[in-house]
């Protein structure tokens, strides 16, 4: 079975902190994706980054971190200096082998100016 | 290159009623998945195909719950009767190639249900 826990539910900052969302997995399969979707008020869900169980590698893109951990089974999402539109609910989610898109509960971010 | 589409955006019924959602997806993505998304929680999938066959219904409410895609290209979400705990919204969402070579799902905007 697999598992994704998201434990903070919302996060209020205010503008151009730095913010991180914790995400911990939990599969039996050796090879499996991780991914961060983020879901702004329109509803629509949009990918962020896809990671594959191979591959530990820290990834960078503008204001947008990822640190993967397999000992710690984590994929933790960092926003630096973020800003009001980066307010949105955002959702780590897990797929191993051929199985579909498992999600965690999501992380309600609020950024106030 | 035109998102996934989904329609209605929005829709209130009655409980026992019926509904029907529609989906079109990305052209040339094989796979369709459709997610009901009740408030505060994470997407939960309801049904995969691959082209017209289903991959995975493990978690519909067959009771329920009917999904088609007959044509391997757009699909349709059907409630009958509705309750009040269908009330959610149901995302569409495509990809190609299949989930397990781990390409991520385009999602569309949803449709979201009030069963009163």
């Known amino acids: 079975a697999q598992k994704v826990t998201q434990a903070q539910t919302e996060i209020s900052v205010v503008e151009k902190e730095d913010v991180t969302l914790d995400c911990v997995y939990e599969?039996?399969?050796?090879?499996?994706?991780l991914f961060w979707y983020k879901q702004p008020p329109s509803g629509e869900l949009v990918f962020l980054i896809r990671?594959?169980?191979?591959?530990?590698q820290n990834e960078i893109s503008g204001r947008y971190s990822w640190n993967f951990q397999k000992s710690t089974s984590s994929f933790n999402f960092t926003i630096t200096a973020s800003q009001v539109v980066d307010s949105a609910v955002y959702f780590c989610?897990?797929?191993?082998?051929?199985?579909?898109?498992?999600f965690g509960k999501g992380t309600m971010l609020l950024v106030s100016p | 290159e035109a998102g996934v589409a989904q329609s209605p955006r929005y829709k209130i019924i009655e409980k026992r009623q019926s509904v029907a959602f529609w989906c079109n997806p990305i052209?040339?993505?094989?796979?369709l998945y459709w997610y009901q998304q009740i408030l505060g929680q994470g997407p939960k999938l309801l049904i995969q195909?691959?082209?017209?066959?289903?991959?995975?219904d493990s978690q519909l409410p067959k009771d329920r719950f009917s999904a088609e895609r007959l044509k391997g290209v757009d699909s349709t979400l059907k409630i009958q009767p509705a309750k009040l705990e269908d009330s959610a919204v149901y995302l569409c969402?495509?990809?190609?190639?299949?989930?397990?070579?781990?390409?991520?799902?385009?999602f569309g905007q949803g449709t979201r249900l009030t069963v009163v």
């Open positions: 969402a495509s990809s190609s190639p299949p989930r397990g070579m781990g390409t991520e799902a385009f």
């Open positions: 599969t039996r399969d050796t090879t499996y994706y």
């Open positions: 990671r594959n169980s191979f591959d530990e």
């Open positions: 989610a897990l797929s191993g082998g051929y199985s579909t898109l498992t």
């Open positions: 052209s040339g993505h094989a796979t």
């Open positions: 195909f691959q082209n017209n066959g289903v991959v995975d």
